[in-house]
């Protein structure tokens, strides 16, 4: 029997009731997805941790010692039981060179705590790093990163080389946080990234941290309480294997340093010694160079002097030879001037001789002349005469042709001037008149013949002019000019006669006297030939005489010559004997200055070496002194150095799981609650159906399955659908708060079997049982009774109206509702507690969020006013001290306060970590205020430090559970326990403090007061600023430390990033809620109520006033679930800020106003907007069809 | 002219695919202060003429116009105003507010307009002086019928409409509410409107309206309308 009509009616009922069905799934969705989503974030966020760590095996303890760790520690180590494995690594905290950039330089692990390689590689080669993978964005692969190291208190450095190439981008396993990595001793203070290098690479005989692995933690949850009762027991047993090391270590290390400071000592003295020996060696060669130059410098006297004495006597004998020379010269000059004169004599005779014959020559060639001469005269005579007669003739022709010329001319001129003057007699009678023609004629015939006649004459004249009278006149003018030339020649022709007649009369003369003379010159010449030859006698004598001398000065010559040679030769080599020995000495002298100045140069730094070496030995002797005891620490992944990250990170997960108990259980139960009306109403509604299947014979389970079926199918829509986002959008909500914090891999969601069977679960209990309980009570009825419309619930009085006076002032309207809302109870409750409970989620959501987000601005704008503590070491040079209060006192730099800055511990906390207390002890108590404001957080007065007992902060109170009066312990920096009295509880919202007068520190410490550190007030209190000073502080050798406030709010700010945004879908969540409640209840009521809302529009109500009559009762419920919810969110806070804040922070309980706004606008606005809904339903309802029926 | 004049009033409702006429061209006239009686089967559309003349409903086409008023062009506004003051209601399953007391069901009228009577007088004049602080649920039939009645009349409507107010109570009862309403139209002059498909009801009025198949068939005046105690059913 299928009954396919019955199933068809329950599809229609889920068809028909689209409204019901899906605000059932809503709240299941609601419900589910915040208990799935809650329960797995947290689990899903610690198995994604746990996987990571166990991909990069990492250390379960890490053992670190302040001296490093030795083969003797190395030794107690491995005798741990239980390891499975222990790894040795260095490390080292240094700068980004040229910037305040702190990094932790891990040596490469073999195996425990290796890296994730996000890209690259690890470093194979002592040059290569593997970076921090949150550099990527600053750095490539293959970039250089230079570090700088600061060098420790005793000058050493640990690094081989400051310069790698990045080979690789890499993240931690056990620095899991990229904003808060904890404190360094580098850069500003607080650590900013890591990178592994080589083992190689660094140059240190210890190592500086154990890394241990253990058998039984391996297969365990890493946040489990096995892993974590287990742990602590390795701890202990670490802890008592090391005990007796710190000691034994002190020792070692005490008389290692001892053994240096003597080897030191004596290659100081050794160096000292070398000094002082070079320099009397130095001294040693100066005196022999000096001896050496003095012996030279005699030589060279010698030689000068011998040499000068040979010299004078050469000069002696080369000055006698030029005397001699001298009178040679004298005498061979004579010999050639009587040489000379005889030649003279002998040439004059000769030439006299010549010269006579000459004239004997010349007298008879004149007397040749003479005779010539007397012709030529008789000649020259006969000629002058011929001319003269010559030159007459010519003179007479030319005469008559010339008289002949000028008759004929003559001639010629007397006939044409006759001719004329008959013309003109002619031409003056035919003027006449009266004359005849025939007279004329005649007259005419004889003009023209004497015409004809003058003009012949005319021509003749001119032909005899041109032919024969010009050219004999000019034949006549050119006889003259010869005539006139030969004139001249004659006249000098016989000039030169009578020159030449004179001449020859002086010459005639001159002859006898040459004869006279020419007899004189033969008698002279005979007397000279005689006395030329005396002379020749006399000068052969004197030649002989000088050839002699000659000969004897050549020889002397010769002599001098020798001497001279054998001087120079002797010279010469006394000479170069002389240089050798210069040379000897300027190179001895060379070598000595080669050394002296050595030394000069060396000397100094030597010195200075050998100084500083002393000043070092003293300040390492001074260090051996006070070489404290060491610690050994084996801290878990929480608490190693740059392990907050993981802390933070298992503390957000907790948080997640605090809410998880008591979020969903809230949501499901009012979710559940509404689903039971509704599920019951949805009973009520389908009665008559039911009496009606019932009175057609189906059994009472067919009709039951209506509801079941239909309750199961809204429940489980809603159900899959919350389960499948809380398994997803929840915990990526969640990673996407936490992890811009963490390097952590994305988290890993998986599928969670036994909370989805819980969501399924409850999701049955509330939805399908009370469809099926509210079923089988009706059911209960016979079908009869089934078919009658169920009788409306009856009015009664209710308790108001027996309070007469108030009941009698209400208006009509007022008491309907009054009555109305305590008719129907059971809707009452739930829409007082749905709104509630949506109201007290969205109070303690905003609560959370106010108190998380003023957290750090009460903490750090009205508590704590200093900027940073910073940490000086102990035994400070009076050099390093006056550095230090040179920057204490910078420009920047507002104001200090010298303190006792110690870090406490004390174990306390639901995970029993060791909680770091920040202890500060001011030098004087004056202005303390401006520093650090002590006050009582809810009465916000001061409180003042007393002479004896401590103030501690808020959190570190509530977790110890003390209250002032009460006596605390707590471990000081040495690990020793202290105990001390609680003053006051002072608000404090971050870290715990521990803050006490001076006395009150000696009292509780036994011990006298020093101040180790300043709390500094900035200027300029930027971020930026405060770790450009920090950095400062930090660069001075006298810093221990810098803490600043930035730490703590870096650590927080995760969590609080994280819960914001938890709460923020809380919120959502909440609202959610509160909407579909609301639109169901409403629903609900005007289903229910539609017959007696058709009634009163009937009546004449306006729209306004039936949805009032109607509404006004959802507005008075709504009010007061909203004050219940006040109540019940405040409970809810406060047990959140009980369960979740992490131990080191307080959420501040204070309530604040907006906390109330914002849920009681939002629940204002849902009931407003869900009014209007309504208000358009009831608008649009059919009244006659309500009013028609009969139910 | 008369107080109620209805002219031609169609009603058609679209029921999915096919049309049907509740009201066909319905025309009539009542006087005021008379007791009018509309008769008629089951589906005849009488019930539909008392919604358009109760202003809860509206006509296709034609004129209703009471005391001057044409209500068929009324917006709903004007439609709830004219209801609120004009209109007095008596159904067959007297629709009280189950959660009032007898009173307080006539205050939610008599709240609502300007010189209503004094709503604990109209439960006296309707004979339920002793039941005036009663639920509904206390109450019986004929009395929860009368609570009803005085929730009608408690705010002086001009027009008394009632629909099978005998319908769901026994034969004596029915006659006392019947009474009451008579007097109504007879004693305080009001204009009163009965729908019923009892026959034997018809006599008491001053005017009968037949209605068959969605239309007026006949129109009967009762110059002597018979007594209450005279009828029988």
Same mark, same amino acid.
């Given at each position: ?243 007796? =090391? ?36 130095? =001294? ?15 030589? =060279? ?21 030029? +005397? ?12 050639? !001037? ?51 007669? +010559? ?83 000019? !034949? ?113 002298? =060379? ?394 509880? +002072? ?172 849920? +009681? ?31 | ?233």
């Amino acid at each position: 029997m299928t009954k396919h009509i019955l199933w068809k009616d329950i599809w229609q009922a889920i068809g028909k009731s689209k409204g019901r069905f899906l605000s059932i799934a809503g709240l299941m969705a609601i419900g589910s997805f915040a208990l799935v989503g809650l329960k797995v974030a947290g689990p899903d966020m610690r198995a994604t941790g746990a996987d990571y760590a166990n991909r990069l095996n990492v250390a379960d303890v890490t053992v670190i010692g302040d001296y490093g760790l030795d083969q003797s520690d190395q030794a107690k180590l491995k005798a741990v039981k239980g390891t499975s494995k222990v790894e040795y690594g260095y490390l080292k905290d240094v700068t980004i060179k040229g910037k305040t950039t702190s990094l932790r330089l891990f040596s490469k692990p073999s195996t425990i705590s290796t890296y994730d390689v996000k890209a690259g590689r690890m470093p194979t080669a002592v040059n290569e790093v593997a970076l921090d993978a949150e550099y990527q964005g600053q750095y490539k692969l293959g970039d250089t990163l230079r570090v700088t190291e600061k060098a420790d208190a005793t000058g050493a450095k640990v690094l081989r080389r400051t310069k790698f190439k990045i080979v690789g981008f890499v993240s931690s396993g056990e620095i899991l946080s990229s904003v808060n990595m904890g404190e360094t001793t580098a850069g500003t203070g607080e650590l900013n990234g890591y990178a592994v290098i080589l083992p190689s690479a660094f140059d240190s005989d210890v190592y500086m941290l154990a890394r241990m692995r253990f058998t039984d933690l391996k297969t365990v949850d890493p946040y489990g309480n096995t892993y974590k009762d287990r742990l602590q027991t390795h701890k202990t047993a670490i802890d008592k294997a090391l005990k007796t =090391q710190p000691k034994n270590r002190l020792a070692q290390l005490q008389t290692e340093a001892e053994t240096t400071i003597a080897s030191n000592q004596a290659k100081l003295d050794a160096a000292a010694k070398k000094l002082s020996d070079t320099q009397a060696k130095l =001294q040693a060669g100066r005196r022999q160079l000096d001896a050496g130059q003095a012996e030279l410098t005699a030589k =060279q006297k010698a030689l000068t002097t011998q040499v000068t004495a040979a010299q004078k006597k050469l000069d002696d004998g080369a000055a006698q030879l030029k +005397t001699a020379a001298a009178k040679l010269s004298a005498a061979k000059q004579q010999l050639a !001037q009587a040489d000379t004169k005889l030649r003279a004599g002998a040439q004059e005779l000769a030439t006299k001789r010549d010269e006579l014959a000459k004239a004997e020559a010349k007298l008879a060639t004149a007397q040749k002349q003479l005779t010539a001469a007397a012709a030529q005269l008789k000649t020259a005579k006969q000629q002058l005469t011929t001319g003269q007669q +010559t030159i007459a003739k010519t003179q007479a022709t030319l005469t008559s042709k010339k008289k002949q010329l000028t008759a004929a001319n003559t001639q010629y001129k007397t006939g044409l001037a006759q001719l004329q003057a008959a013309v003109a007699q002619l031409e003056k009678q035919l003027a006449q008149s009266g004359l005849s023609a025939t007279q004329q004629a005649q007259l005419t015939a004889q003009l023209k013949a004497t015409q004809a006649n003058l003009t012949a004459t005319q021509q003749a004249y001119a032909t005899f002019q041109s032919g024969t009278y010009d050219p004999g006149m000019a !034949q006549i003018a050119a006889g003259t000019n010869q005539l006139a030339a030969a004139k001249s020649e004659l006249a000098q022709k016989q000039k030169q006669y009578d020159a030449s007649e004179a001449r020859y009369q002086t010459q005639r003369t001159a002859y006898p006297q040459g004869k006279a003379k020419a007899a004189t010159a033969q008698t002279q010449i005979t007397q000279g030939a005689k006395t030329l030859a005396a002379s020749q006698q006399l000068y052969e004598k004197n030649l002989a005489t000088y050839n002699a001398g000659l000969k004897e000065y050549q020889a002397k010559t010769a002599e001098l010559a020798q001497g001279k040679a054998t001087l120079a030769t002797q010279k010469q080599s006394g000479e170069a004997q002389l240089a050798a020995a210069k040379k000897t000495l300027a190179s001895k002298e =060379q070598t000595y200055k080669k050394g002296a100045a050595d030394f000069a140069k060396q000397a100094p730094a030597a010195r200075a070496e050998i100084k500083s070496g002393e000043t070092k030995l003293v300040a390492a002797k001074k260090q051996v002194k006070q070489l404290a005891l060491p610690t050994y620490t084996a801290y878990s992944r929480r608490e190693m150095p740059g392990g907050i990250g993981y802390k933070t990170y298992t503390t957000v997960s907790e948080i997640i799981d605090a809410l998880a108990n008591v979020f969903p259980i809230f949501l499901y139960f009012v979710a559940a609650l509404v689903t039971f009306t509704t599920m019951g109403r949805f009973v009520d509604e389908e009665r008559i159906n039911a009496g009606t299947l019932r009175a057609l014979g189906y059994e009472p389970k067919d009709v039951t399955r209506k509801f079941t079926v239909y309750g199961f199918a809204a429940s489980m829509l809603g159900t899959l659908i919350g389960v499948a986002a809380g398994h997803t959008l929840l915990p990526l909500i969640v990673y996407n708060a936490y992890s811009d914090g963490f390097t952590l891999p994305r988290i890993t969601l998986a599928f969670h079997p036994w909370v989805t069977l819980a969501a399924i679960a409850l999701a049955l209990l509330s939805a399908v049982l009370p469809a099926y309980l509210s079923a089988k009570g009706e059911l209960a009825a016979n079908p009869a009774e089934l078919l009658l419309p169920k009788p409306p619930v009856a009015g009664s009085k209710i308790f108001l109206e027996r309070i007469t006076p108030v009941w009698n002032h209400l208006s009509f309207t007022h008491k309907v509702t009054a009555r109305n809302t305590f008719r129907y109870k059971k809707r009452m409750l739930m829409t007082i507690f749905g709104v509630a409970g949506a109201v007290a989620l969205l109070l303690t959501g905003y609560s959370v969020r106010a108190s998380i987000g003023g957290m750090s601005q009460t903490q750090f704008g009205g508590i704590i006013h200093y900027d940073m503590i910073v940490a000086k070491n102990s035994g400070l040079t009076s050099a390093e001290t006056r550095e230090f209060a040179k920057q204490a006192e910078s420009d920047a730099i507002k104001s200090t306060k010298a303190i006792h800055y110690e870090s406490l511990s004390k174990v306390a906390g639901k995970n029993n970590d060791s909680q770091a207390i920040t202890l500060i002890v001011p030098q004087t108590t004056a202005k303390f205020e401006q520093y650090v404001e002590t006050r009582n957080r809810k009465t916000q007065t001061a409180l003042p430090l007393q002479s004896s007992g401590a103030i501690i902060s808020e959190r570190l109170a509530n977790l110890v559970g003390a209250k002032v009066g009460d006596t605390i312990s707590f471990k000081d920096a040495s690990d020793v326990t202290r105990h001390v009295t609680i003053s006051g509880i +002072t608000e404090m919202y971050m870290g715990h403090f521990m803050i006490m007068s001076r006395t009150a520190y000696e009292k509780a410490f036994a011990t006298d007061y020093t101040t180790n550190g300043e709390l500094v007030i900035l200027k300029n209190r930027s971020q930026a600023n405060v770790e450009a000073q920090a950095a400062k502080f930090m660069a001075l050798s006298a810093t221990a430390g810098v803490v600043q406030n930035t730490t703590l709010t870096n650590q927080i700010d995760t969590i609080v990033k994280s819960l914001n945004k938890i709460m923020l879908v809380l919120i959502i969540v909440a609202g959610l809620l509160g909407v579909v409640i609301l639109y169901n209840l409403t629903n609900i009521n005007v289903s229910e109520r539609i017959r007696e809302l058709s009634t009163i529009k009937v009546l004449g109500f306006f729209d306004n006033e039936v949805t009032m009559y109607i509404y006004r009762e959802t507005i008075l419920l709504t009010g007061i679930g909203i004050l219940v919810g006040f109540g019940i969110g405040d409970v809810l806070f406060r047990y959140i800020l009980a369960v979740v804040p992490p131990d080191e922070v307080m959420f501040n309980p204070a309530l604040v106003g907006t906390s109330f706004l914002w849920p +009681t606008l939002l629940i204002a606005v849902i009931t407003a907007v869900l009014g209007w809904v309504v208000s358009r339903t009831l608008k649009n309802v059919d009244m006659l069809a309500a009013l028609k029926s009969v139910d | 002219m008369s107080y109620i004049d209805v002219k031609h009033s169609t009603k058609r409702y679209q029921m999915g695919e096919t049309e049907i006429l509740a009201n066909n061209d319905v025309s009539f006239q009542i006087e005021k202060g008379e007791l009018a009686i509309i008769l008629g089967a089951s589906g005849a559309g009488k019930s539909t003429i008392l919604n358009i003349l109760g202003g809860m409903d509206t006509n296709s086409s034609g004129d209703v116009i009471i005391d001057g008023q044409n209500i068929s062009h009324f917006s709903s506004r004007e439609l709830t105003a004219y209801r609120r003051t004009d209109i007095g209601f008596v159904f067959q399953f007297y629709n009280l507010v189950p959660n009032l007391t007898a009173k307080e069901n006539v205050e939610l009228a008599s709240e609502i307009v300007e010189g209503a009577q004094d709503p604990t007088q109209t439960l006296i004049d309707v004979g339920l002086a002793k039941r005036i602080d009663n639920f509904p649920a206390q109450l019986s039939g004929g009395e929860q019928q009368r609570v009803a009645i005085a929730r009608a009349v408690a705010k002086n409507p001009k027009i008394l409409l009632c629909d099978e107010p005998t319908g769901a109570l026994d034969y004596e009862t029915g006659k006392q509410v019947l009474q009451i309403i008579q007097d109504m139209a007879r004693k305080h002059g009001s204009t009163v409107i009965v729908v019923t498909h009892n026959a034997a009801i018809a006599p008491i009025g001053d005017r009968v309206i037949h209605m068959r198949d969605a239309k007026v068939s006949q129109i009967t005046q009762n110059t002597h309308p018979a007594a209450i105690e005279n009828i029988e059913w």
